[in-house]
């Protein structure tokens, strides 16, 4: 399998011709630690917003500031090959920030993708889609699925009594 990760300017540049060609390029970004079925439906489902998905996946340092001296559990490189293996997945690139908003400015894709669980006007690069000509959409989210609480099944059935205790 070939991975999908290429750096920010080679992901620029195939945006860049994607949308010459007419192609409709759908963005979102994320952790993606332990991959799960909520993220696959998520991903599965920004995907049908447009013809191709660019994925910006934060990196190690990057998910250690947001999620904790602890997280992520799979190291970037990993969680970009599993990214890869995803057929709704058409590229990916890492970001250092905490937000993707210096990538999204870079890539401005023609749709921008959160969970249902972010209010449009806080998604970072919103405004910059949208001054661009692009949207920004939320889809659902399945119930009950995340790399915390996966986590914290792992710690109570092997270390009982132990929680993760962030997010």
């Not at 952790?31 to 991903?43: S, T």
């Not at 500031?65 to 602890?70: E, N, V």
């Given at each position: 399998?070939?991975?999908?990760l290429?750096?920010q300017?080679?992901?620029?540049?195939?945006?860049?011709?994607?949308?010459e060609?007419?192609v409709?390029v759908?963005?979102s970004?994320?952790?993606?630690?332990?991959?799960?079925?909520?993220?696959v439906?998520y991903?599965?489902a920004?995907?049908?917003?447009g013809d191709?998905?660019v994925?910006g996946?934060?990196?190690?340092?990057?998910?250690?500031r947001?999620?904790g001296?602890?997280r992520?559990?799979?190291a970037?490189?990993d969680?970009a090959?599993?990214l890869s293996g995803?057929?709704?997945v058409?590229?990916?690139t890492?970001?250092?920030?905490e937000?993707?908003e210096?990538?999204?400015d870079?890539?401005?894709?023609?749709?921008?993708?959160?969970?249902?669980d972010w209010?449009?006007e806080n998604?970072?690069?919103?405004?910059?889609?949208?001054?661009?000509g692009?949207?920004?959409?939320?889809v659902?989210?399945?119930?009950?699925?995340?790399?915390?609480g996966?986590?914290d099944v792992v710690?109570q059935r092997?270390?009982?009594?132990?929680?993760l205790?962030n997010?």
């Amino acid at each position: 399998m070939k991975s999908k990760l290429i750096g920010q300017e080679e992901a620029a540049e195939q945006v860049r011709r994607w949308k010459e060609e007419g192609v409709r390029v759908v963005f979102s970004n994320g952790c993606f630690d332990i991959l799960h079925a909520g993220h696959v439906r998520y991903l599965r489902a920004a995907r049908e917003l447009g013809d191709v998905l660019v994925i910006g996946l934060n990196s190690d340092a990057s998910v250690r500031r947001i999620k904790g001296p602890l997280r992520p559990v799979c190291a970037e490189r990993d969680r970009a090959e599993v990214l890869s293996g995803l057929e709704a997945v058409d590229a990916i690139t890492l970001f250092d920030e905490e937000t993707p908003e210096l990538l999204i400015d870079m890539l401005l894709p023609d749709i921008l993708v959160k969970g249902a669980d972010w209010r449009i006007e806080n998604i970072a690069g919103a405004k910059a889609v949208i001054d661009a000509g692009g949207s920004v959409m939320t889809v659902p989210l399945l119930e009950e699925r995340s790399t915390s609480g996966i986590i914290d099944v792992v710690l109570q059935r092997y270390c009982p009594g132990a929680k993760l205790g962030n997010d």
